[in-house]
């Protein structure tokens, strides 16, 4: 527990201070609270010995319990919700700081996902739950101290057997949690078994289904369900004693201060009017502390979603800041460039140069690294060992908005923002006009169907681009990268062929870009690449030949072997 | 109302286990009576105690009294460890049928419907929503319970022992309700609509930029990007203390009033003892005093559980949401078709919500043996028009026949022994390649699937697998590129041998290795069948009986390659086109 408590200190960040303040209002109010005992002592003793004289001390002392305390719940609210929320807006602008910094290539649509979860999602979960559930906690167990406190001032003993109870609940609940985090992987393992099953049954289904196997699938599921099932009450059953240890601290400590106060009291070393305070007190003293145990499991896990915002700290990052710096020329190397994606290697000691205005298709089987050279030219990571340069100097040397600036990339996968049509053309270069905006949209052949639009370039791109079609989602980004201007084109030539009349203008627009350019491709389509200055055929990591078509094509080796099997795949009839 | 229906959704899916989730009310609703006995022993020893002063020797009771409170409290704690346990098996179990028969009623589902809502969502739903039902079902529900039943039993106490002192401290429980209710009146309610509508905006900006940061890194306009992320979140963080500055005085009189009680006792003592004190006035005071604090406790409990509620109400209703698709219906005459001819007459289909007819009044004919080619378009209705004829979905309007039978009419089992489909992204499961291809026919031989696999052209396949034929898919290390998938799914067709096949033909290829072998595995499977191809290249085509072209959900045109070549129409246009495209070059040089 106090494992958390750190944890969200430690996420508090700047905001320690604030939130320090709020558990010192909360304690002071736990002060007010306490004083209510105070003012039952007077009146017991009052009341027992038969005077009246000495009402007024105790409402004033309850009058200023009261007072105390409401103004303390006053500010420590307001303290709370603004720790709740700075702290996780801090967050959220950190992680989103972060972004940044990480590399290009760690972004998928999972990572994406994830780190959209955890700065929606997770961090709002943090943002509402953290403060109630820290004061609701640290405020129970205070109480109770504040209380013991007052307790050992009526009477030392009793206030003693007070904190001893308070202890021995703590180091129960410290044991029941660790009870509970032990039984934590094997439910997640479970949990993790489940959700492959069912998605391995959902993914399944139209093969299941096509095939008539729905009763096997479905025992399959079935089983993996019940095991989970089984599992989980297990588990449960695992955690159960110690909930019941825990109670059973609390009503014990309880029956110990009514016996005690008792025993005293026949002893004689106590007066009727502590033992009837004691008594009270007996009952009174845990309730709170109760609640504040069983918040504790909340406090779990509100741990595990700190853990998990946190966990994108452990993403990689790269030094972005380089030098403000524009290259002598457009042309690339590779030296001896060697690059592994995990265990993988991918690229192993590859060199070549692309000089200026030159095109370079990259050919080869998949997985053998294509994909990755074109990402490691524009720096979506950064390689092992090797150098890769750009207009002769090293691409880290350059801030990497800088490096940007010379590159364009045109992925087969396109994301719009959710702004107008007229705003995302015009993220390639902010400042440009209007009459700009429509050049680079007729170039890139988007202009006609923009002006079928209800509000032409005007039209809000539906989220992720939801109205328009992949074609034309494409050439928005190609208009995109028209007005960016950059000398380098990095370019993933489509294989999938949209529809013959769509791809025509694609391949129209690329054209455009493409123009008086350094382009590197990938290259799915040989005959599109016959006519490029440098094939580079990529295989196994490595550059097994490089040459012109002309070139190539005589030799024997994979090229010549591709080419063929391209050639039949074409020619290839059903019949 | 709506509460009770969620509940009542949840009692079907528990079955007999319902009567365990009762019996957790029922125990923990006994738990929280019993709990209220010790204070009623530690009431009988201060009276003793009074009773004898101060002649303490004569209080003999007092230790039984004393193991009394102690046993009934240990009691009221099993009973309600008992009941957490019934409540448990039955979320437990509860939770289990709902996953389960979710998943059995999706299966039924036209298969069409998975492609509508998407496999991550369908998991979302199976998974997290029945789970969400979980701490609801095993710690609110008998809590809760317990909460509602411990105030009566007070009710009952405080009324009995001294009337004027229970009235009293019912007060400031009753104002603190009133304040309750003012925090949820209709002027809260918009503020608090306000506050989320903020923080949605805000969600949504942050989506954004996440989504965004590749682009927005290749542009290299980081910076100003995050510069709006940060004022989103600026800005919702005006309403969030705006919101809380609001909530803050009716909070504070709420937590104020319900802790008053103690204070509101300890003045009505001086009024009432004004005129002397009795032992009895006393007792009860204190017993009060005791006793009181427990209304704070569960008023706190009925408070934080709505919260939970509302969040179980929105797992089920997405439950919901799949289990009130409608299955295709299976037929009760099921008749066999006669032969492999395909007829569609008048055929329409509209995909729910759509505005437009995705395949609109479409007939076409294809005889036993015919290989047939679909082309045209995206969107054009190809792949539609392919899934009715294996009724993945049924048809809106119009008849599909198989041998001159009516689909609908044919047993889903037949039906799919008779047409093999092969996907475009083809699934394999997570077991081993021996296994996956044996789905096409359960009792084949490990001999017939090698076969079938060579057929397929497979063999590199096994070769690099760690453990061949019997690696398992997905396992470390294995990796199977999508052409590789399509080729293992076409052994699995071939094993299965239906007479009539529809081939979706993939459209992204990694490298032409590939694309050659899965051509020469279509060929191989097709031979003596009768086709569909869902084509994307034209060159593969050229050779079938008949092309039909879609536009629209219509057939646009239809007939032989070359027939269609010489009408000039979109057949052709594409046909030129597509040769533009297979020859068109980087930079323009050559084209």
């Known amino acids: ?575 | 109302m709506k509460k009770e229906s969620s509940l009542q959704k949840l009692f079907d899916y528990a079955g007999n286990y319902r009567y365990l989730t009762i019996s957790s009310w029922i125990l923990s609703v006994i738990s929280a009576w019993i709990a209220l006995v010790p204070f009623y022993y530690i009431w009988k020893i201060v009276n003793e105690v009074l009773q004898v002063l101060p002649d303490f020797g004569k209080a003999v009771h007092l230790s039984r009294y004393g193991w009394s409170a102690v046993g009934f409290a240990l009691l009221s704690m099993l009973i309600y460890i008992c009941a957490l346990m019934c409540s448990h098996i039955a979320a437990f179990r509860v939770q289990a049928n709902m996953r389960s028969q979710t998943m059995r009623h999706i299966i039924t589902l036209p298969m069409g419907f998975m492609d509508g809502i998407g496999s991550g969502k369908i998991r979302k739903i199976v998974n997290e929503s029945s789970e969400a039902t979980e701490t609801y079902l095993a710690h609110q529900l008998p809590d809760r319970a317990g909460a509602m039943a411990t105030p009566v039993g007070l009710l009952v106490l405080l009324l009995v022992f001294d009337w004027r002192l229970g009235l009293l401290s019912l007060i400031p429980v009753v104002i603190a309700f009133l304040i309750m209710g003012s925090m949820t009146g209709n002027e809260m309610k918009e503020k608090m609509a306000q506050y989320q509508n903020s923080l949605e905006e805000m969600s949504n900006e942050a989506v954004e930029y996440v989504r965004g940061v590749p682009v927005v890194k290749t542009f290299g306009q980081s910076v100003f990007s995050f510069k709006r992320f940060k004022e989103a979140i600026d800005s919702y963080g005006k309403w969030v203390i705006s919101y809380t500055k609001d909530l803050r005085l009716p909070m504070v009189m709420y937590t104020t009033m319900i802790n008053a009680v103690f204070s509101v006792l300890i003045a009505a003592a001086f009024l009432f003892t004004a005129n002397g004190i009795t032992n009895t006035f006393l007792l009860n005071l204190i017993f009060y005093i005791m006793i009181t604090p427990i209304i704070t406790v569960t008023l706190n409990k009925i408070m934080f559980s709505s919260e939970n509620t509302m969040i179980v109400e929105d797992a089920i209703a997405r439950i919901d949401s799949v289990m009130s698709i409608k299955p295709l219906e299976e037929t009760e005459t099921p008749q066999s078709p006669k032969g492999t001819s395909i007829t569609l007459e008048q055929v329409s289909f509209r995909y729910q919500d759509a505005a437009k007819d995705a395949v609109h009044k479409v007939s076409l004919c294809i005889k036993e043996g015919e290989h047939v080619a679909f082309v045209g378009p995206s969107g054009g209705g190809k792949t539609t028009l392919a899934s009715l004829i294996a009724r993945f979905w049924d048809a809106s309007e119009g008849k599909i026949c198989i041998g001159g039978v009516d689909v609908r009419q044919i047993a889903s089992r037949e039906l799919m022994n008779t047409v093999s489909f092969v996907f475009q992204d083809s699934k394999l499961l997570k077991m081993s390649i021996l296994d996956n291809v044996r789905m096409g026919k359960p009792d084949a031989s490990k001999a017939e699937v090698l076969q079938a696999l060579t057929d397929a052209g497979c063999d590199d396949i096994l070769a690099k697998m760690p453990e061949g034929v019997d690696t398992i898919i997905g396992s470390r290390g294995t990796y199977v590129s999508g052409g590789e998938a399509q080729r293992i799914s076409i052994a699995r067709a071939m094993l299965k041998n239906a007479p009539i096949l529809i081939l979706d033909e993939a459209t992204a290829f990694a490298d032409p290795d590939n694309e050659a072998k899965v051509q020469e595995a279509f060929a191989r499977l097709s031979k003596g069948k009768t086709v569909i191809m869902i084509a994307h290249r034209l060159s593969t085509i050229t050779g079938t009986d008949r092309i039909y072209v879609l536009k629209d959900g219509r057939i646009e045109e239809q007939g032989s390659h070359d027939a269609l070549e010489k009408q000039e129409g979109l057949y052709a246009h594409m046909w030129t086109e597509y040769n533009k495209s297979a020859n068109w070059k980087v930079g323009g040089a050559l084209s």
């Open chain 1, 1 to 575: 527990m106090f494992g958390v408590l750190k944890k969200i200190f430690g996420f508090a960040g700047s905001k320690k201070k604030l939130l320090t303040k709020a558990m010192v209002i909360s304690f002071c109010g736990a002060v007010f609270s306490a004083m209510q005992f105070g003012a039952l002592m007077l009146a017991l003793d009052q009341v027992l010995s038969g005077q009246q004289a000495g009402m007024l001390p105790v409402i004033a002392i309850l009058l200023i319990s009261v007072l105390g305390r409401i103004l303390c719940f006053y500010y420590s609210v307001n303290e709370e919700t603004e720790v709740g929320y700075f702290m996780v807006a801090e967050k959220r602008i950190h992680i989103g700081d972060r972004l940044r910094y990480i590399p290009m290539g760690y972004f998928n649509d999972n990572s994406l996902g994830n780190i959209t979860a955890v700065v929606t999602t997770t961090l709002s979960e943090v943002e509402n739950s953290a403060s109630r559930c820290l004061v609701m906690v640290v405020g129970g167990f205070l109480n109770t101290f504040a209380l013991c406190l007052a307790l050992t001032v009526a009477d030392w003993r009793m206030g003693l057997i007070g904190i001893c109870g308070i202890l021995v609940y703590l180091w129960a609940t410290e044991m029941s949690q660790k009870a509970t985090s032990k039984t934590g992987p094997g439910r997640q393992t479970a949990q993790i078994n489940l959700v492959e099953a069912v998605l391995e049954y959902i993914q399944g289904m139209s093969v299941v289904k096509s095939y008539g196997l729905e009763k096997d699938n479905d025992q399959m599921a079935a089983r993996t369900i019940e095991e989970s099932c089984k599992k989980t009450l297990s588990l449960e059953a695992s955690i159960t004693p110690w909930m019941a240890v825990r109670q059973l601290v609390i009503r014990g400590f309880s029956v110990i201060m009514v016996v005690c106060s008792l025993v005293f009291y026949s002893g004689g070393t106590m007066l009727l009017s502590r033992c009837l305070l004691m008594l009270i007190a007996s009952f009174i003293l845990y309730q709170e502390l109760e609640s504040a145990g069983n918040m504790s499991d909340t406090l779990q896990m509100l741990g595990a979603s700190i853990d998990k915002a946190n966990s994108i700290d452990d993403t990689p990052v790269m030094d972005i800041d380089g030098k403000e710096l524009a290259p002598k020329d457009a042309g690339i190397t590779f030296e001896n460039v060697t690059f592994s994606y995990g265990d993988r290697r991918i690229l192993d000691g590859v060199s070549f140069a692309i000089p200026e205005k030159t095109t370079t298709a990259v050919v080869g089987p998949s997985g053998g690294g294509k994909t990755t050279l074109c990402n490691l030219t524009a720096r979506f990571w950064d390689v092992e060992s090797g150098t890769i340069r750009l207009g002769g100097r090293d691409i880290t040397d350059y801030k990497l908005d800088s490096l940007m600036k010379n590159i364009s990339m045109v992925f087969q996968e396109v994301y719009l923002f959710q702004d107008t049509i007229e705003n995302n053309i015009k993220f390639g270069k902010p400042d440009a006009s209007h009459a700009q905006v429509v050049e680079a949209a007729k170039a890139a052949c988007c202009h006609e169907f923009i002006m079928e639009l209800p509000n032409g370039y005007d039209t809000v791109v539906g989220e992720a681009g939801g109205s328009l079609s992949g074609g034309e989602k494409q050439r928005i980004s190609i208009a995109r990268a028209m007005l960016k201007d950059a000398p380098i084109i990095i370019l993933d030539e489509a294989t999938a062929s949209v529809d013959p009349e769509n791809e025509a203008e694609l391949q129209a627009a690329i054209d455009a870009l493409t123009h008086d350019k350094t382009i590197i491709m990938i290259a799915h389509r040989l005959k599109t690449v016959r006519s490029a200055d440098q094939i580079l055929v990529l295989s196994g990591g490595q550059i097994v030949q490089r040459g012109t078509h002309a070139e190539l094509i005589r030799q024997e080796g994979l090229y010549a072997d591709f080419i063929g099997e391209r050639k039949e795949a074409i020619g290839w009839k059903l019949a």
